[in-house]
Nanobody, 123 residues
């Protein structure tokens, strides 16, 4: 069974920084892509950024130049470093990954979501 666990959220003042993490665990054969999404109250869930199937990073225009996403493949963990935070960055941040996992006698590829971590930017 595969799990994604996010951590690092909290309350920060405008202009401040936070570093989140998303750790994948379980019977993982291969992680194909990992992304961060966020959802503010009343809004649809939107893509923040992540790593695509080819390993390249991508970012939403709203966070370019402020957020940097890195990963540690050995730990199956992805880290978004969020700088110059704004009140409009307030949201629940979710990790999403496309993972091929070991089943009993076969491999299966599926999309997984973490439980989310709250980020609040407020003075």
């Amino acid at each position: 069974q595969v799990q994604l666990v996010e951590s690092g959220g909290g309350l920060v003042q405008p202009g401040g920084s936070l570093k989140l993490s998303c750790a994948a665990s379980g019977s993982i054969f291969r992680i194909h892509a990992m992304d961060w999404y966020r959802q503010a109250p009343g809004n649809v869930r939107e893509l923040v950024g992540g790593f695509g199937y080819d390993g390249t990073r991508h970012y939403a225009d709203s966070v370019k130049g402020r957020f940097t996403i890195s990963r540690d493949n050995a730990k199956n963990t992805m880290y978004p470093q969020m700088n110059s935070l704004k009140p409009e960055d307030t949201a629940v941040y979710y990790c999403n990954a496309t993972i091929t996992a070991y089943k009993r006698t076969y491999l299966e590829t599926d999309a997984y979501w973490g439980q989310g971590t709250q980020v609040t930017v407020s003075s």
